[in-house]
T-cell receptor
């Protein structure tokens, strides 16, 4: 079956613009995670969705960041008024449940000029 | 709260030599522990995981890791390095108190010398 997919694979934007990053998790996976990976850094947790529960937004770095997950499947991460420090690879992962192995998508490389 | 420390941002070994990548964790409850690998320009892939069963865990590509509670360690080893093992390796911990979120180490880049 298909793995986790993310689009776009690369996004170049100008400072101050809004961007939307999309994640299609593996079908049937109830848990979905967004992470950010900056150059030379480990992964930074951003947000976590589990089924129909309220998302855990504790990792979002500012109120410019938001995410939603529609119908328990596709998720969109939105960054408003992008800043240069937002440049990073944004990774999405899904798992069957919150204790299961997380399967990662290939990521979206965001460059803010 | 959980945390993970990976000793050495870069580790260099000769082809055929032992690979040892170190990971120490802190957790107030029994954790789940993971090693992921990221090959150049690719996504993250699970190598192996510890979930309170056998303390010696075997993973893909000949890697294994041993959970040592007394040392709070989960070091990754491979008896003989291959050129194709060159990648970045990440250790991660999750636990019930953190909604099973993965807390990540900073990663160790493994360099294989011919």
């Amino acid at each position: 079956g298909a793995g986790v997919s993310q689009s776009p694979s690369n996004k170049v934007t100008e400072k101050g613009k809004d961007v939307e990053l999309r994640c299609d998790p593996i079908s049937g996976h109830t848990a979905l995670y967004w992470y950010r990976q900056s150059l030379g850094q480990g992964l930074e947790f951003l947000i976590y969705f589990q089924g129909n529960s309220a998302p855990d937004k504790s990792g979002l770095p500012s109120d410019r960041f938001s995410a939603e997950r529609t119908g328990g499947s596709v998720s969109t991460l939105t960054i408003q008024r992008t800043q240069q420090e937002d440049s990073a690879v944004y990774l999405c992962a899904s798992s069957f449940d919150r204790t299961g192995e997380q399967f990662f998508g290939p990521g979206t490389r965001l460059t803010v000029l | 709260a959980q945390s993970v420390t990976q000793l050495g941002s870069h580790v260099s070994v000769s082809e055929g030599a032992l690979v040892l990548l170190r990971c120490n964790y802190s957790s107030s409850v029994p954790p789940y522990l993971f090693w992921y690998v990221q090959y150049p320009n690719q996504g993250l892939q699970l190598l192996l995981k510890y979930t309170s069963a056998a303390t010696l865990v075997k993973g893909i590509n000949g890697f294994e890791a041993e959970f040592k509670k007394s040392e709070t360690s989960f070091h990754l080893t491979k008896p003989s390095a291959h050129m194709s093992d060159a990648a970045e390796y990440f250790c991660a911990v999750s636990a019930p108190g953190s909604n099973y979120q993965l807390i990540w180490g900073a990663g160790t880049k493994l360099i294989i010398k011919p």
